[in-house]
């Protein structure tokens, strides 16, 4: 399949050497291991686990209550893995918590016991409460299953504190409680950062940041595998209640070592028990009639999943003979697997892959499945070993933290700082606005009073906008509240917003992102409005929420999409746009019937995107990082003008004294800077690398990422980046606008690109150099058959230090000083010659 023989034995070679190294990996060892028996007395040991303690000794309780014992046992609980553990339990009937002082950060799996049983005037069965730490909503209006069986919850949390405090909130007149706790750590690469996204195909970023809870963790093909045959403690279920068996299958068992490769899975990815056995297609022809090996799960509808496939061929007498396709809900997510490519040509190595699903079935079911490869010459063929299904933004509602005696409160440390801050601010700005009143007076003479509103002083706000919280129990997130009077106009009722969009009526939807559905509306007074109404369920969405009110509140720039107000009522969380009539750049660029746009207009649109970039980067104090410039993100009003929208990923810029601000990645996948993605170190270089990728779109009009393309297309920026070095960009440009652009402009433009994706940021130009260079690309296109004059500027590189600034100032001032004009609202053609007078800078 297209691999040669001596490719192979070399493969082959290499795997060898890779597997050799394997086995020299030592077994992980966690550096955080709390087994606590909640509610006892006294310590009980579990096989294979080791000793849970009782949890007053073992941890931190506050505000406890009473300590309980089951006095008999049904045979459920006998029979199950861990019956010891459910003879207690501990209740609360007021917000508690345990408090475990962490040894080390990052990945750990946290497990909840429950068993609901009666005691005294208890029923735990039908208790209800919440369970969060600091940062994440684990349980929400939860209550114990009626089947008299224990339940085990296990979170996978990316833990980034040297404490983790579980929080029990009882909900109503009820109660709270748990029989058993584990917090252990373990190895952070269990959890890589990327995976392929299901429909549509792409790369998936920032999966080691977020927090999991797993719902399915399947042994298929072999028996239950318990948490003391694992090496992470963990459990594995059968697949035969969940196999639709649609086709005739063969289950394998395999008594030989297992080689481990590095680079591969390791133990602490699945232990050998699951690894050694698997499921197989048992037909082995074309000629017979064969349907996809299917199972099929009950989950949570329209949440988003990490499903992760076990394979290992311990099935194949020989490599490079096994092909076979993946799905993903009933959605092809790989096909032609050969598994030998992926392990160098040797068999029996465990290896898994794992793919992000973004939503699904709303029905609440989802289905994998292995079927035969349609590559000619090949058997119907397929296996499948072990299956993971974790479930993504788990967390609903606000947090609810009951510290421990003696440690601040973060959050409140936060605010009284904020507070005493934001006191000391006003008093400053006080003294200052009475010292320079006195001088005044004392320079003018006194004229005759005049009747003046009266003013007083707001609370300080941020941008605008504070944050309140409610601090109450039933609170399901923070609520925004409006800091001055002028502020409350930003706030929107939700009711207005029904009808503005017809009731959220699907026909309205303009398109749909991570943050929710965009719909068209109109308002009572005629205008036009773009509603973006936030998923409920997305915790990350109330992040982007904040973000986006915070800082649009505060910018007001031709080229950056106004903000028009916001709605959080009835636990909604809706933003209101200006409409952009012609929607965005990229659906201008490829994927539509719309018609091409001019090699000057789509220039220009540039220029207005990198003069709203430019603002954002030098406007302020301190600059402000997008963080997900993409063409997508670029959107044009009536007139072709382009605005910059979606700030919900935005981070502050660093302080004068540092490079950058450390943060965890984000952004989109074949946009993100190589240098922030490696080093997480975030600089406004990085929003100039992604702009780089939008010129590429604009000049080639494909995706920035296709994977039905040869290997080395697929990604734009590194395909196209070697035309331009060889000085060949001309023969990827968009051949519905290849012959109406100059030489000298082209050649410009591809200097530029180059400029902005190079491999460093110190070697990338400022969106400020940008924006000059695409003003002179686009002074160049229409200088006409003699381009001496202009060519003659071609050595210069930064823009004079008082144009540098250009764009950065708010629209609207007063002062009509030259200092205080408004660049922004100057043509590309006013901006340029600006640019260029340099009599009198």
Known sequence: MGTTSEQKIALLLLGTIWVLLGTCNAEFTPADNYLINCGSTVDVHVPGQGFFRADNSGSTILKSDHNVAANTLPDAVISSDNPVLYQTARIFSVPSSYSFNMKSRGRHFVRLHFFGFRYQSYDLAVAKFKVSTQDVVLLDNFTPPSNSSPLVREYSLNITEDKLILTFVPLGNSTSFINAIEVISVPDDLIRDSAQTVNPSGQYLGLTTQSFQTFYRINVGGREVTAANDTLSRSWDTDQNFFLNSTTTELFAYQAKLNYQKGAATKEDAPDSVYNTARRFAVQNRTSLVSNMTWQFDVDGSSSYLIRFHFCDIVSKAAYSLYFDIYVDGRLALENV???????????????????????????????????????????????????????????????????????????????????????????????????????????????????????????????????????????????????????????????????????????????????????????????????????????????????????????????????????????????????????????????????????????????????????????????????????????????????????????????????????????????????????????????????????????????????????????????????????????????????????????????????????GVDRPTMGDVLWNLEFVLQLQEAGPDVSNVDSMNQISELPPDTRRMGSLEIGTADESPTNMDYSQMSTNDAFSQLMNTEGR
Request: with cysteine; net charge positive.
């Open 338 to 760: 050969d598994l030998s490519e992926r392990v160098l040509g040797t068999l029996a190595v465990p290896y898994y892959m794992e793919f992000v699903l973004k939503s699904s079935d709303p029905s609440g079911k989802l289905s994998v499945g292995i079927g035969p490869s349609s590559l000619n010459n090949v058997a119907p063929d397929g296996i499948l070993n072990g299956l993971e299904i974790m479930k993504m933004d788990i967390s609903t509602g606000t947090v609810y933290v009951v510290w421990p005696p003696g440690t601040p409160n973060r959050k409140l440390a936060i605010i009284l700082g904020t507070v005493l801050g934001g006191v000391g601010a006003v008093s400053i700005a006080i003294i200052l606005c009475f010292v320079l009143r006195r001088k005044k007076k004392e320079k003018k003479p006194r004229r005759a009073p005049t009747s003046r509103p009266s003013s007083s002083w707001s609370p300080l706000t941020l941008n605008g906008l504070s944050f309140l919280s409610t601090g109450t129990r039933t609170t399901s997130r923070t609520t925004l509240t409006s800091g001055t009077n002028s502020d409350a106009s930003y706030r929107i009722p939700f009711a207005l917003l029904q009808v503005a969009t017809k009731h959220f009526d699907e026909q309205m939807v303009v398109g749909v992102g991570g943050f929710g559905k965009v719909y068209k509306a109109v308002l009572q007074d005629s205008t036009k409005v773009a509603v973006k109404r936030g998923n409920q369920k997305s915790h990350q969405g109330l992040r982007e929420f904040r973000t986006e009110i915070e800082l649009l509140s505060g910018l007001r720039h031709r080229h950056l999409v106004s903000l028009i107000g916001y709605c959080d009522e009835q636990n909604e969380m809706i933003l209101v746009y200006e409409y952009m009539e012609k929607g965005t750049l990229k659906s201008h660029l490829y994927g539509s019937d719309m018609p091409p746009l001019s090699w000057k207009k789509r220039v220009e649109i540039c220029i207005g995107a990198a003069r709203g970039l430019h603002y954002l980067h030098t406007g302020f104090a301190k600059s402000i990082i997008h963080r997900d410039v993409k063409s997508a993100n670029i959107l044009l009003d009536e007139n072709l003008m382009a605005k910059v929208s979606d700030f919900g990923l935005s981070k502050t810029g660093p302080e004068l004294d540092q490079t950058h601000v450390s943060t965890a990645v984000k952004g989109s996948f074949g946009y993100l800077d190589p240098e922030y993605y490696r080093r997480q170190k975030l600089t406004d270089k990085s929003d100039v690398y992604s702009f780089g990728v939008v010129l590429l779109e604009v000049i080639c009009a494909r995706p920035v990422i296709d994977p039905t393309l040869p290997r080395d297309m697929i990604n734009l920026a590194e395909w196209a980046i070697k035309w331009q070095k060889r000085g060949e960009l001309g023969q990827i440009v968009d051949q519905r606008i290849a012959g109406t652009i100059r030489p000298e402009s082209l050649r410009k433009y591809g200097e530029t690109v180059e400029k902005c994706l190079a491999d460093y």
